[in-house]
């Protein structure tokens, strides 16, 4: 789409939601892939005056369930035919049970009873002047977008995204990067997290640039994209950059990259490089669900390694802005790892008393522990508190992960543990107490979770029996004891 025909699709947009009576400060919840309709939609939605609730495509009724029930949204909007599953079956099953909902829009084919059909106003859009709100609505104080994370006791945590943080977030792309409207970003991560928001939807929009949106992850498919949309910026994990430099997408003629980019997979720093080439390389981090930082690989900067203190972001003419800053948050003697806090621009906010609301110099908790590295400690060395896990893209938390599990009739106790993936970022395990006499089969624990509408990203990879689940004596659950068996 060229932007005079995203702007009109977008009017349209927005037309179906005030036309369904969906008003300036209430919220909608948004369930789509990473294809063109999220973007506009997304924009539709703010244009309305709407706060977007971003349920990301993994989930299902249990996770969903929970967030409509905590957060109450007028509207739910998701797609009837997507991998051979219609979403929107489960989006109208939960609004049928939540009274907040007043109408399911849906994209696609084969949509149920009582949906309302949006795929016109992309292909047909008309011209809405005069029905849209007005622009005061845009006063009204609430978040722009709410994402999710989990801490520890908190499996299922809103965060709540201002204006102001989602355009600090495209700012930092686009200065650390230069990225200006000749640029093609092709972008794998779903708008639903802070990679997505950092790499795809906001320097988009901030560069005037292009974007091709990657959905979902197919090796193949991705390097066609790469070099028959011209991308010029991308980011993946190291492991899957590697690859693509093996199968010769890097080197092709019709490579046109300028930026190159790994994420960070938190967890573990993949040492993995594609090589150096003409391109400029980044690194985009991933802080806790929260931020995504991204710097340009400086050749003398340990890039396992980050800033302690006040991190500026400067452009090509030497001009910087102040973006984020992080500290620890505790006592880090003796090289004691302690809670890794973040302020800046680029934060966003939690609810008053709640575990991401800012403390009393404006620093927020990332979920992530770090200690003090090199001589003058100006730097940190980045690791995770082992009860919340990295997986898919998602922060789970570990606790959460033992009681769904442990509810398997054919266990004892059970708890879930963690080890390091170069592209997941942690492959998840269940060690598992059997009950006696009872055989146990990892695809009847995923037909129990299956049928129990729990997201596919928490099923364990394997089951390791145990016949006992290792516990310090406050009952805490050593998952470190249980990666190393």
């Known amino acids: 789409m060229r932007y005079r025909e995203a702007d009109l699709a977008i009017d349209a947009l927005a037309s179906v939601f005030t036309e369904r009576g ?96 949006l795929d016109a106003a992309l292909l047909a859009p008309r011209d809405p002047r005069g029905r849209l709100p007005s622009a005061v609505a845009g006063a009204i104080e609430r978040p722009t977008l709410i994402t999710f994370t989990a801490r520890v006791g908190e499996p299922l945590l809103p965060v709540f995204r201002g204006e102001q943080d989602l355009l600090a977030q495209g700012a930092m792309t686009v200065l650390a990067l230069s990225l200006d409207h000749g640029d093609t970003i092709l972008n794998p991560y779903p708008l639903t997290g802070p990679a997505g928001l950092a790499l795809g939807l906001m320097p988009w929009l901030i560069s005037g640039g292009a974007l091709l949106q ?27 950059l590697v690859a693509l430099k093996r199968d010769g997408v890097l080197d092709h003629p019709q490579c046109k990259l300028r930026r190159l980019g790994r994420v960070w997979p938190v967890a573990e720093l993949a040492s993995a490089q594609p090589g150096e080439e003409d391109w400029a390389q980044f690194d985009l981090y991933p802080m806790g669900d929260l931020v995504s930082l991204v710097r340009l690989r400086d050749a003398r900067t340990d890039p396992t390694l980050l800033p302690r203190g006040k991190i500026q972001v400067r452009a090509e003419n030497g001009e910087g802005a102040l973006l984020l800053e992080t500290m620890l948050g505790g006592d880090c003697t003796a090289g004691q790892a302690t809670d890794v806090k973040l302020r800046g621009p680029v934060c966003p906010r939690g609810s008053a008393g709640g575990p991401l609301a800012p403390d009393g110099q404006g620093f927020i908790g990332s979920g ?118």
């Open 214 to 240: 990657h959905q979902p992850f197919d090796r193949s498919g991705f390097a066609r994209q790469l070099l028959e949309g011209g991308a010029t910026v991308t980011a993946l994990p190291s492991a899957m």
């Open 368 to 485: 992530l522990h770090g200690q003090g590295a090199g001589q003058t400690e100006h730097l940190l060395k980045i690791g995770r508190d082992t009860e919340l896990l990295s997986h898919g893209g998602f922060t789970i938390a570990a606790a959460e992960l033992d009681e769904i599990y442990r509810s398997f009739s054919g266990f004892q106790d059970a708890a879930c543990f963690a080890r390091p993936d170069p592209i997941l970022g942690d492959r998840l395990f269940a060690a598992v107490v059997p009950k006696h006499g009872r055989l146990i089969s990892i695809e009847a624990l995923h037909r129990y979770l299956h049928h129990h509408g729990v997201a596919p990203y928490k099923f364990p990879d394997r089951i390791v029996t145990v016949e006992a689940i290792p516990r310090d004596a406050d009952g805490s659950v050593r998952r470190d004891a249980l990666a190393r068996d």
């Open 22 to 117: 969906l008003k300036p400060g209430e919220l909608i919840g948004i369930q789509l892939p990473n294809l063109i309709e999220q973007p506009l939609t997304m924009l539709a939605a703010w244009r309305a005056g709407l706060t977007v609730c971003a349920l990301p495509m993994l989930w299902r009724r249990m996770e969903i369930a929970k967030v409509v029930s905590e957060l109450k949204p007028c509207a739910l909007l998701g797609i009837g035919d997507h991998a051979d599953e219609n979403p929107l079956q489960g989006l109208c099953g939960i609004a049928a049970d939540e009274a907040s909902v007043r109408c399911v829009l849906g994209f696609g084919t084969d949509l149920p009873d009582g949906v309302t059909p």
